[in-house]
């Protein structure tokens, strides 16, 4: 009966720590204080003293809509819309363009320096997109939550006004990891050269975090401004008198301080894209 007895109280101290350890981690209203589950890199933006909540999204496919001219007459929306998951980057509109673009969006990602674009729009983006999840990205300068970050605090105005709408930021410490990722893949430090990753860069990972597979819609290959015959279109299918996308990509590419190394960052998508299932279409990348 000893060791009968012995289990029985191993048994009850056992249970007694649990439900010390569960009446720890429980606020008063029943909700944990634990850090939920998700993409870890992506935090929700919410007023007040709430838990921290990251970006818990999963797709079996994604289209992801290049901002880019070469989307132009490629007459995709139907099929766009018809993926799982439609992933856009910064302000770039559907309306006007849908043959082309579609008009379903699930995920917008948008760099610090597109904010105060949104915000001049904020109806059109904000009042009605509950069903759209939004990713800001930003040095950490811009994006503190410590009352200094002035880009985070404008977003957290945004989640106070409608707080239906779903914002998150990516993490300093996603931020970094970006910046490995690039060095990891060229072999050359992103600050020391003077680069700095884009918005697409951010995307692409994004993509890669949350969809099984991607179709990537509107980007060239980072061989297509060298050839001969490659065809002149706007860096952003919405800004069409705007400057030519491969005068874009060349001057920021040589740049020496403050510019986006597009071309490199196409290079790194293709390796990925033996990697990962990612497929690029119109233009189709024949590698």
């Not at 309306?95 to 949104?118: A, F, I, M, N, W």
């Not at 404008?154 to 970094?176: D, F, G, H, Q, S």
Request: overall charge positive; glycine content about 8%.
């Amino acid at each position: 009966m000893k060791p009968l007895r012995v289990c029985w109280v191993c048994l009850l101290s056992i249970t007694l720590t649990l439900l010390f350890w569960f009446g720890h981690v429980l606020t008063s209203d029943g909700s944990s204080t634990m850090p939920d589950a998700g993409l870890r890199g992506y935090m929700r933006v919410t007023p007040g003293k709430i838990k921290q909540r990251f970006l818990d999204m999963h797709c079996k496919e994604c289209a992801l809509v290049s901002s880019s001219g070469q989307i132009l007459g490629a007459g995709t929306g139907e099929e766009i819309d018809n993926t799982g998951c439609v992933i856009r980057m910064n302000t770039a509109p559907t309306q006007g363009y849908e043959k082309d673009v579609g008009s379903v969006t699930s995920v917008r990602v948008v760099s610090h320096t597109s904010v105060p674009l949104l915000l001049k729009n904020e109806l059109y983006y904000f009042e009605n997109s509950t069903d759209i999840t939004y990713v800001f990205w930003g040095p950490e300068r811009n994006m503190r939550q410590d009352g200094k970050g002035h880009i985070f605090n404008a977003l957290l105005k945004i989640a106070r006004k409608y707080p239906n709408v779903k914002i998150y930021v990516v993490t300093r410490e996603k931020i970094e990891y970006c910046d490995d990722v690039f060095q990891n893949e060229t072999g050359k430090n992103r600050m020391k050269t003077g680069a700095f990753l884009s918005t697409g860069f951010f995307t692409m990972i994004l993509a890669i975090d949350m969809c099984e597979s991607i179709h990537v819609y509107g980007m060239i290959d980072d061989n297509y401004c060298s050839r001969a015959n490659h065809s002149v279109v706007p860096y952003h299918y919405y800004e069409p008198n705007r400057v030519d996308e491969c005068k874009m990509y060349k001057v920021h590419e040589y740049i020496r301080r403050g510019g986006h190394r597009f071309i490199t960052e196409k290079a790194i998508y293709a390796k990925w894209a033996q990697r990962h299932v990612i497929k690029f279409k119109h233009p189709f990348w024949s590698r």
